[in-house]
């Protein structure tokens, strides 16, 4: 397992993603929501993978609701970088990280589009609970009900 890490432009909210998967084979989708194309994000996921979230300041954060609010995309207030994006299904928390935050970034292939806002809230949440990582860990965070 190697852990890839990333952070938001000014380091409050800091990113690990431990997998198998080399980098190389993971392609991230740059979402065709405003929210997604103003911040340039390309979000990168696989099920097979843990993904744990720092939080420095935890009043500088934002949780960003989209998706028909089903996703909370974890948004820094400073520098105003999204590294993550993750979704409560059934109980448990999967989510996606923004292959741009990331160290290795250029190791990535080109980002694909993809356009999940014309799904439903349930096709969306049938979709992330295939294709988002499975494990999601908020690390040294206040509860915010999160
Ligand atoms: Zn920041």
Redesign the pocket.
């Known amino acids: 397992m190697n852990a890839h890490q990333g ?7 800091t990113v690990t993603v431990t997998t198998e998967s080399p980098l190389s084979e993971l392609t991230p989708r740059a979402c065709g929501c405003n929210f997604c194309t103003m911040h340039g994000a390309a979000w990168v996921s696989t099920p097979d993978a843990l993904l744990e979230i720092e939080i420095q300041n935890e009043a ?1 954060i934002n949780l960003f609701e989209q998706g028909s609010e089903t996703a909370r995309l974890w948004l ?6 999204v590294p993550a994006v993750t979704c409560d299904i059934d109980g448990s928390r999967k989510g996606a990280i923004n292959a741009n935050v990331m160290l290795e970034r250029s190791a990535f292939p080109p980002a694909t589009p993809s356009d999940p806002q014309n799904l439903s809230p349930q096709e969306k949440k049938d979709r992330w609970a295939d294709i988002w990582i499975n494990k999601v860990v908020i690390k040294d965070c206040w509860d915010v009900g999160l």
């Open positions: 952070s938001c432009y000014c380091g409050n909210i500088a820094c207030q400073r520098c105003g970088v």
